[in-house]
């Protein structure tokens, strides 16, 4: 369980969010989770479908960013994780590595970890890492929110969010397509951690853009 109390100093968080947006863990067992080709969010092994409408708590100080190459189609390496190249909020972003081959090549992703306030999940550490074109500006556009927000509320620099979908019907023949929607729901304190209640009573966080 993350223990929000004793958190990084926020001292420099707006300037390392500004710069992550313009281009590590919780310190818990953390589960992978993702959102689905159906646009259900979903994590761990079993492929665990979270509740509707549960609360995540975002650690700001969770954002990495990065590079991974995946296996190639119809080559001996397909569906394998060939290599990852990760840093933690607010050191540079790493060189392109060499190329691998029987691969798709090197491709930006981007990483948060959240933990569930609500509900069965209460208490779930979770790791959402994306390198899709809906996920990658998700993210960033969250760390954008976090660090304008903390420019005039330091005080309250960790969101509560929702993981929810969007969706478009693909013109080549795709069929639906659905993105990542990740709404922030209340900006709360870092001193403890989050609850449904302080949530209840936080100032609502509106979705810029």
Not at 44 to 59: F, H, K, M, R, Y
Not at 77 to 90: F, N, Q
Not at 125 to 140: D, F, I, L, N
Request: hydrophobic fraction near 35%; glycine fraction near 10%.
């Amino acid at each position: 369980m993350t223990d929000f109390a004793n958190l990084p100093a926020v001292a420099d968080l707006a300037s390392a969010l500004e710069k992550f947006s313009a281009g590590s863990t919780l310190g818990a067992r953390e589960v992978y989770l993702k959102m689905d080709k159906t646009g259900h969010w979903v994590y761990g092994a079993d492929q665990t479908e979270i509740e509707p409408d549960s609360l995540w708590a975002i650690n700001p100080f969770s954002f990495v960013e990065g590079y991974v190459c995946w296996g190639a189609q119809n080559t001996p390496s397909m569906g394998k994780l060939l290599g990852e190249v990760m840093v933690p909020l607010g050191k540079d972003r790493p060189a392109m590595p060499e190329d691998i081959s029987d691969s798709n090549g090197w491709e930006e992703q981007v990483g948060i970890s959240l933990q569930c306030i609500s509900g069965n999940d209460k208490g779930l550490v979770a790791r959402y890492s994306t390198k899709t074109k809906g996920g990658v500006p998700e993210v960033k556009r969250i760390a954008y929110e976090i660090g304008m927000n903390y420019k005039t509320d330091p005080s309250h620099p960790v969101p509560v969010v929702k993981l929810k979908s969007s969706h478009y019907n693909h013109t080549g023949g795709y069929g639906r397509i659905y993105n990542p929607v990740i709404e922030i729901v209340k900006f709360v304190s870092n001193d403890k951690e989050p609850t449904v209640e302080e949530v209840a009573e936080a100032p609502v966080r509106r979705r810029r853009g």
